[in-house]
């Protein structure tokens, strides 16, 4: 039997997160707010970071996902510009950027506005593009490379 959460409007079922949904969330690590009042959540279990629009009412669903192509999907997939593996904090500039450190792919990412579902990013720092395999093994120590960056404190 599942638990529900009045926080979140998920259920969970034991140690694994319910079906995924645009109101569901699977282990939230972290959120922002960005200029205009809306909450953004790292999301790790299904791979994505949502946006909530205020003003915030009880189960609501999410209004837009990035790291996945839309928001009832959730698969891990190989690193790309469209593609979060893990994120782990979020958080925005002064220009309104979005910077999504990703600690299964030893990188942040960056996206600028306007934001969209599935969208990509538009900078990769700490890996050579935004396709090299990051996995669970850190790259070789270097000035440009991470190793599972878990928060991001964007100027």
Known sequence: VGMNSPFTGTTFQGDACAAIMAGSLCSPTALAFDSGGNLWVADPGDHRVLEFRAPFTVGMPAALVVGQPGLTQAGAGTPAASTVGTPA??????????????????????????????MSAIVVLGQPNF???????????????????SGVQPY
Not at 131 to 149: R, S
């Open 89 to 118: 904090a979020v958080g925005f500039d002064s220009h309104g950027d979005l910077f999504v450190s990703d600690g299964e792919d030893n990188r942040i990412l960056i996206y600028a506005p306007p934001f969209s579902n599935g």
């Open 131 to 149: 396709t090299t395999e990051g996995g669970t093994l850190c790259p070789p120590i270097a000035g440009n490379t991470l190793c599972a960056p």
